[in-house]
Each structure stands twice: as C-alpha cells, then as structure tokens.
C-alpha cells in the first residue's frame, strides 16, 4: 500500500480523468505520481491537488473552456512530464511556468476560499523554489 492511501479522500473523480481524453497522457500522469512524486514536496502537492479534485471538477463542469485549457496545458507539457518520469533533469521555460501559475489563478478565482488557500501555498512553494526543486525542476 502507498503511503498516499491513508491521506488522501477523494469525493470524486480526479479532474485530469475527468478532463484528459488520452488514455496515454492520463497514464504517463498517474506513473509520474506513482514514481516521482514521493519526496515530501511531492506529497504535499499530491494531497493538495485530491483534496481539492472535487471543487476543480465542479469549476470544470460549469466553465469547458477553462477543461480545454487544462487539456492544452498537458498536451504542451507532455515533455516534461515523461522527462520527469524518466529521471532526467528538466528545464521549465518562463513561458510554461507563467501558463501554468495562470491556470492555476483562473481555478483560484473560481474557487472557494478553501481553494484559494491552497492555490496560494502551491504557488509559495513554486515562487520560492521549494516544489520545483522537489520534482528536480529548474528554470530557464
């Protein structure tokens, strides 16, 4: 059993699932987080992001265009993903850091003040280098 199993409580369906028509995609995911994401920074962005999954479905549901940017964003980043999976030292550009942390905002401004809480201490953790360097990414 993974140690994740006893902290995380899913009320519905994860967002990605929800979101990613590729089976293939969906599946280089769940072995980034299965293998990858497993150093404290890891965990803690694992547990944030299935605390959450059910109010970001709900976001999702009433606002498709903001699913399709969430299914863009993956598809530009696949690379990194399955650079990350491979052990390999990944560079993120400005640009896909900037993508995402602006998803992220949209969900922010959406959300309930649970999610916005969260949104933040994710976005802490990027800006001082503490989930990036967790996940053995550095900026260009």
Do not use: H, W
Not at 14 to 26: E, G, I, M
Not at 39 to 66: C, K
């Amino acid at each position: 059993t993974k140690t994740r199993d006893s902290y995380i409580t899913v009320k519905r369906s994860c967002a990605l699932t929800s979101s990613l028509a590729s089976p293939q995609q969906l599946a280089l995911l769940r072995d980034l987080r299965d293998s990858r994401l497993e150093t404290a920074g890891g965990v803690q962005l694992t547990a944030l992001y299935y605390r959450n999954t059910a109010e970001i479905n709900e976001i999702l549901d009433d606002d498709p265009e903001l699913r399709l940017r969430l299914q863009e964003l993956v598809g530009k980043n696949i690379d990194i993903f399955r650079g990350l999976l491979r052990g390999e030292p990944v560079v993120l550009s400005g640009d896909a850091l900037s993508g995402a942390v602006d998803y992220i905002d949209a969900l922010s401004a959406r959300g309930s003040m649970k999610l916005q809480r969260d949104i933040e201490l994710v976005k802490t953790g990027i800006n001082n280098g503490y989930f990036l360097s967790a996940l053995g990414i550095t900026l260009e």
